[in-house]
């Protein structure tokens, strides 16, 4: 289906409307949406008021939380030239100089198969604080490894890390496998670094720590168990780094090489000295639900002290990979199809827009589904609402008809307005457009923020060691 896009302006404020262009289909018939229950509708995308406060744009809260934050960075980032999480990108366009043996024991290697009545755990946030029993049932099974703090991390370590990513990714052949890999790291670094808390003892947070065990957590010892390609490379190379940081660093190699033109290059903005955790019992408790913003809100914004343009950029990362029924209960990509899920861009937000979404499902396998019945592409409450406010629990379709009600936006009063111009944000103007760099920086900055929260006294690389 074409979309025909057109662009005017309505009291100082810019849109953008988008409606499907059938006039080369004989039958006059959306052949997408004819199979799903609401087809496609026009669609309004308000970018940019005319309006600015002082905070550049943020509402009052919004504000408060961006000042709080770089406060708090301040403290956090050692060694960069404005102490605050500055994205690379934002340095380079402004044109700014950027400065440039452990033990890992188990119980058993294999975790546990977790119940049918399990909660969902998909990368980003994903798994449900819920599930204490299953949790309380593994305690005697949490991985335990001693304290490792990397006395030196240079550029040439950094780098290594990154083709040693590349080559393992390289050697996977399946498509679909190979997106699993690159979202796994993400994911991997998510949950270690989700379960902050600064309420309770031990805070944790990116500290190279997850039960395996933990139904939230299932799928990611494909990515790091006994025997991985990832935990083997570490003991013979990197046993000198804290697993944290070797995490971030091969995180953000699969973000590097899956950018468009490998434009998002983290390495100038990454810090270092992240401690590991001797033992990290109830870590996956923590990790937020897919049940509604309500989740995100609490991780990110409350315990981490994030806004919401933050949260929204790093729902980004669902663009890579896929969600396995096996591990959470939901099926799928974020993206159009597997090749794309090996692709890091702003696709996730282009469908969350410019899809009609349905809810499918029940119960722990609840999920949002588009096109005709069978595919793999799916969002998740936490996605659709970042755009919708499906917190009334009403069946609604995104875009909906006369068969369907339309999920209903965010009014101007509600905190979470700042989510959906977030996602417009993200967009990077009409749609079909190619410009990443608002998603790109967004997420740079706040993937710094999660991955050094709770953290000090972190450094840059260095040329050498002393």
């Known amino acids: 289906m074409r979309v025909i896009n057109k662009v005017v302006l309505i009291g100082g404020v810019a849109y953008a409307y988008a409606h499907p262009d059938l006039s080369n289909n004989a039958t006059g018939v959306d052949t997408d949406a004819a199979a799903t229950p609401c087809p496609y509708s026009d669609v309004w995308f308000d970018f ?30 050692k060694g960069s030239a404005s102490n605050n999480t500055v994205s690379t990108m934002e340095l ?20 546990k198969q977790s119940s049918a009545g399990s909660s969902p755990n998909i990368y980003l946030p994903n798994a449900d604080p819920s599930t204490g029993t299953q949790a309380s049932r593994n305690q005697d099974q949490i991985v335990d490894k001693e304290v490792r703090n990397g006395k030196c991390f240079t550029t040439a370590m950094y780098n290594a890390i990154d083709a040693d990513v590349m080559r393992i990714k390289n050697n996977i052949s399946d498509i679909k496998q190979r997106g699993s890999f690159l979202g796994g790291l993400l994911r991997l670094v998510a949950h270690d670094a989700m379960d902050f808390d600064p309420n309770r003892t031990p805070r944790m947070g990116a500290d190279g720590c997850y039960d395996p065990n933990h139904p939230n957590n299932a799928g990611l010892e494909n990515v790091w168990s006994s025997g991985s390609a990832l935990m083997q490379v570490y003991d013979q190379k990197y046993s000198q780094l804290s697993i944290a940081d070797f995490w971030v660093a091969c995180a953000n190699a699969a973000i590097r090489q899956s950018s468009i033109g490998q434009q998002l290059d983290m390495k100038d903005s990454f810090r270092w000295g992240r401690k590991d955790a001797v033992s990290c019992n109830g870590q996956g408790n923590r990790l937020p639900s897919t049940r509604g913003c309500s989740q995100t809100e609490d991780v990110f ?79 998740l409450n936490t996605d659709i609402c970042l755009a919708y406010n499906i917190d009334s629990g009403f069946a609604c379709c995104t875009t909906g008809n006369f068969q369907c009600r339309q999920c209903p936006r965010y009014t101007s009063n509600s905190p979470r307005k700042a989510a959906e111009r977030a996602v417009l944000k993200m967009l990077g103007g009409v749609p079909g457009n190619t410009n990443n760099d608002p998603f790109y920086e967004s997420f740079e900055r706040a993937w710094n923020k999660m991955t050094s929260v709770g953290q000090s006294d972190l450094m840059p690389l260095s040329t050498e060691c002393e």
Request: glycine share 12%; charged share 25%.
């Open 301 to 379: 914004l409350n315990r981490m002290g994030m806004t919401w343009e933050d949260a929204v950029a790093l729902m980004g990362g669902h663009t890579l990979g896929h969600g396995n029924r096996d591990n959470s209960g939901h099926h799928g990509t974020w993206a159009p199809n597997n090749s794309e899920a090996t692709v890091f861009d702003k696709k996730y937000y282009e469908q969350l827009f410019m899809n009609n979404w349905r809810v499918s499902g029940f119960g722990n396998t609840q999920d949002w589904r588009t096109g005709n019945p069978g595919n793999d592409r799916m969002m």
């Open 48 to 77: 940019e008021s005319t309006e600015e406060n002082d905070n550049g744009g943020l509402d009052d809260t919004e504000g408060a939380q961006q000042g709080a934050i770089e406060q708090r960075s301040s403290s956090v980032l």
């Open 92 to 111: 380079r366009r402004n044109n700014t100089p950027v400065k440039k043996k452990r033990t890992f024991r188990r119980n058993g290697n294999k975790k």
